[in-house]
């Protein structure tokens, strides 16, 4: 820990930090805030974010003719993908392109029988699994959270690994046929198996399009058929709220909320101690600078949400709390001029223990502060439920 002068926003200082580090976890003690706990990896990217994102999932395929397709599972010898039964044909050697990568270019791909169908047009084909190869399983979207006129973006087309720069609409939910309609004007051929997603995550795959809209195999069909072979089917549910969500602002302040209010009571339990071994010392650091990092980044992003979409008096709440919260990450800052000295002796000096002491009050009096107000966002009725596209 580098003594240097203390920033408003800096980061507590630790050996190696670069100057204004702020970086998030969570972990320590826990804290019971009365309300549902938030899954702590949940993400809150735009559209557009998510799809380059989930880009790592897509192949280019090149048999009969050219097309694209989504990896859906893998085992120990395989890597499975999903396509249009049209793209690939029947005998034409497959060839396929990771879009990043994480399947090597020109791999050689077989189909998996069974899979033949006069009603849809869907395939399923394998490679062999390329050593130290990951799936990146979190890539869907749960059908109910899927509303008309959602955007959506097409993930591939002309042979080109990237999201179509223009978004699309979801106009219909999945049909007897289980396929979805999205209107994309302007798509018309080269899209073939090119996953669609929203802005929580992939809905199917395109099966056919025109120059006003697309039809997309529902994923929950194609998971049905890829399991019935015997295949594997590993992608779930991509978790990401996206950030014009009302529920977005919940979910990302309740991950923050409880999460830095553990590493406070982390960093000043270690604090209060007279001696703290150096290592066990960084460490407590390390995991303090990223939850503050984490509150730093929502201080003002989620003001104007507040604001929009719940009663009056919530946005003030928020603003209280979070001046309350900076005061706190004040008090923890002032002890960068004598982060050395700890790293150093591995003593803590009197002088930081009674701060750390004195912080007990207004530690406790947050925790009841937090819990309030997020019972209250999550118990208000909210002023609009609908989003802004």
């Not at 980061?11 to 804290?31: C, T």
């Not at 039809?215 to 058929?225: G, K, P, Q, Y």
Request: a neutral charge; hydrophobic letters at 45%.
């Amino acid at each position: 820990m580098a003594a240097k002068p203390v920033r408003r926003d800096d980061a507590l200082s630790r050996p190696g930090a670069a100057p204004r580090s702020r970086r998030i976890a969570g972990v320590a003690l826990g804290m019971l805030l009365g309300v549902g706990a938030a899954a702590q990896d949940t993400t809150f990217d735009d559209g557009p974010t998510l799809a380059d994102r989930l880009l790592a999932g897509v192949v280019r395929i090149h048999a009969d003719e050219h097309g694209f397709g989504v990896v859906v599972g893998a085992d120990r010898d395989f890597v499975y993908i999903a396509t249009a039964q049209h793209v690939v044909g029947v005998d034409a050697p497959v060839v396929v392109h990771g879009c990043l990568g994480a399947l090597p270019a020109g791999s050689v791909a077989e189909r998996v029988g069974g899979m033949a169908a006069t009603t849809e047009d869907l395939a399923l084909l394998r490679v062999a699994r390329p050593p130290d190869y990951t799936l990146a399983v979190r890539a869907l979207a749960p059908a109910a959270r899927v509303a008309v006129r959602d955007p959506a973006w097409l993930l591939g087309r002309d042979d080109v690994c990237a999201v179509l720069p223009r978004s699309g609409a979801v106009a219909a939910p999945p049909d007897v046929r289980t396929a979805w309609r999205v209107d994309m004007p302007g798509v018309l051929g080269g899209s073939s198996g090119a996953p669609v997603a929203t802005g929580r995550g992939i809905i199917g795959i395109t099966t056919d399009s025109d120059d006003a809209n697309i039809t997309v195999l529902d994923m929950a069909h194609i998971a049905r058929r890829v399991r019935a072979v015997g295949a594997s089917f590993d992608l779930v549910d991509a978790r990401n709220e996206p950030p014009n969500d009302p529920q977005a602002a919940e979910l990302a302040l309740a991950e923050m909320l409880s999460g830095f209010l553990r590493e406070l009571r982390d960093a000043q339990t270690v604090l209060r101690q007279p001696t703290v071994k150096r290592e066990y010392f960084v460490r407590t650091v390390t995991e303090y600078d990223q939850a503050a990092e984490r509150f730093l980044a929502a201080k003002d992003k989620y003001t104007g949400t507040l604001v929009r979409h719940w009663q009056p008096d919530v946005a003030p709440q928020w603003l209280a709390l979070r001046d309350r919260l900076q005061a706190v990450h004040d008090n923890f800052l002032a002890v960068n001029s004598q982060a050395r000295q700890i790293v150093e002796t591995e003593r803590v000096p009197k002088a930081v223990r009674d701060r750390m002491e004195a912080l007990d009050p207004e530690l406790d009096a947050l925790q009841g502060a937090i819990a309030q107000f997020l019972r209250l966002l999550s118990q208000r009725r909210l002023v609009n439920a609908n989003p802004t596209p």
